[in-house]
């Protein structure tokens, strides 16, 4: 896609009402945000349920969708791999709900390949119940009940 093109769709983004298009807008009191995990948040009435991220300057706080919806999400079965425009991070989520971060930096996948590192992402937590295990240790302890409590179904993976 040439820039022009891409000028225009977010110049057209940015003229349609609502935030399903949008990648940043400014966070004021009428925007209804929940806090999800970590520093991500989702707000109330995107169409894409996607992660958002608050950055503070000098203009106001903003919301930056730290995912985008057009392609950086894989899944299997219930679980999601979802990376920030950077590919410098992947959040593994269950149904939606963020379990855990993965970093670049702490493990050591290059950005340019975050494709690959969420496909064996997903690989593992699908077929290998011990790394499941293992992420959900790393978890805290009132995150892994409330986990297992919102889903039953986590209690014999977690034990």
């Not at 920030?84 to 670049?104: I, K, M, Q």
Request: hydrophobic residues 35%.
């Amino acid at each position: 896609m040439s820039f022009l093109d891409k000028t225009l769709i977010e110049f057209s983004n940015n003229l349609k009402h609502g935030i399903s298009g949008k990648n940043r807008i400014r966070l004021d009191e009428n925007t209804r945000i929940k806090k999800v995990a970590f520093d991500m948040v989702k707000v109330y009435g995107d169409q894409y349920d996607s992660l958002w991220k608050v950055e503070k300057t000098d203009d106001g706080d903003f919301l930056i969708r730290a995912s985008d919806p057009s392609h950086n999400q894989k899944t299997s079965n219930n679980w999601r791999a979802i990376s920030d425009f950077s590919g410098e991070n992947v959040t593994l989520a269950y149904c939606g709900v963020p379990v855990a971060r993965f970093a670049a930096n702490d493990y050591s996948f290059d950005p340019s390949e975050v494709t690959l590192f969420k496909e064996a992402l997903l690989d593992c937590v699908s077929n290998d119940s011990s790394f499941v295990k293992q992420v959900f240790a790393e978890q805290t302890d009132d995150k892994v009940i409330a986990l297992s409590g919102a889903f039953p179904e986590l209690k014999e993976i977690i034990k």
